[in-house]
């Protein structure tokens, strides 16, 4: 993904019945202390957009690991989910940017 790609910043939307989590606070509610996540993965959905952070830690039961992403909300919010408006999505981020086809004219 280029990194000076910067899209239009869209207002957060605000919910007045749902106080603010912290992502440390969020943190802490999903995973204890003594769990040894650490983060995997972090930066934005799509440039210019929210931040999103990737978890991971050992998975003791079954082996292996899991993760969980937290996504920015607005100022010291933090949730499990995406924001409001942003969906699932493929996208292709191309830094060398479109390449032009030559197109042969009809004889």
């Known amino acids: ?34 769990s040894a996540a650490r983060v995997t993965r972090f930066g934005r959905i799509y440039p210019g957009g929210s931040r999103y952070v990737c978890l991971s830690a050992p998975n003791r039961h079954r082996g292996g690991f899991f993760a969980l992403y937290f996504f920015h909300h607005g100022v010291d919010d933090w949730r499990i989910y995406p924001p409001w408006g942003v969906g699932p999505s493929i996208v292709y981020w191309s830094a060398a940017g479109p390449t032009q086809t030559a197109r042969v004219a009809p004889a």
């Open 1 to 34: 993904m280029p990194s000076s790609a910067r899209g239009p910043v869209r207002p957060r939307r605000a919910l007045p019945d749902r106080p603010p989590s912290s992502l440390r606070a969020e943190i802490a509610r999903w995973f204890s202390a003594a």
